[in-house]
């Protein structure tokens, strides 16, 4: 009983020996690893931004990964960390694929005006399972799952037959928040019809349409994030609407 009574004693010793450990070791953690789940994406986009600016300055380069040529515009400029932390600054940013968040923080005005913008990792995940579906539908079928047309060049699609649930059929919009309709054109490209956010910044910051040679601009000029997975868009009649498929 004696000897029981000890092992007992021995490993509760131990138990809160270890809680002890923990709770140290938690508090030693680094601040300013804790704060890089805590700063709001605006201050973290902020961040990047400033290091991105005292890289160029240095070496009048930008740290991007190498993508193909034929990469979309809003996909192609990904920020390579690795140029960046910690010479230019102190760790990856929470929100970043990279540390498990959801955004790849990409470039865009790179010519010019180099700008650090958000990528919503979701949205490509939504359509590039819609994707799957129309092309495997059309191997098979050889044929697209059309439901009705948008405009010539582009459909609304049929989810019911390649097997998606009502709940994968639109994506939130990481800018407004609104609902977003997954559509495709006649070559089976599925993307996001932006067509509601972009006449909501346009209203909101007062801008004409017309004034861009490529409307989808403004999101990038007058957000945090980039419109990923969309078409080209024209300005008729001073409104949005998409563009000749090219």
Known sequence: MKRKKMRKIRLLILGVTMLSILFVSGCMYPKERLMENQLPLMEQVSMVQAAIDEFHEATKVLPILTKEADTPIFEKYVIDFSGLVPRYMPYVPGGAFEQGGPYLFVLTDVETNPTVRLLDLRVVDTVSTVQSRVSYYYQKNNSLPVEGVIRPGYFTINFSQIGIGKQAQTIESPIS??????????????????????????????????????????????????????????????????????
Do not use: H
């Not at 997954?182 to 996001?192: A, D």
């Not at 006449?199 to 004409?208: A, D, I, R, S, Y």
């Not at 994030?225 to 090219?246: Q, R």
């Open 177 to 246: 928040g609104k609902q977003l309709p997954i559509i495709m054109s006649s070559t089976g490209q599925v993307g996001v019809d932006y067509t509601e956010d972009l006449e909501l910044v346009l209203k909101n910051n007062n801008l004409q349409a017309a004034s861009f040679e490529d409307v989808r601009e403004i999101i990038p000029q007058n957000s945090i994030y980039v419109p990923v997975k969309s078409f080209y868009y024209d300005s008729i009649n001073g409104k949005v609407s998409l563009a000749p498929f090219k």
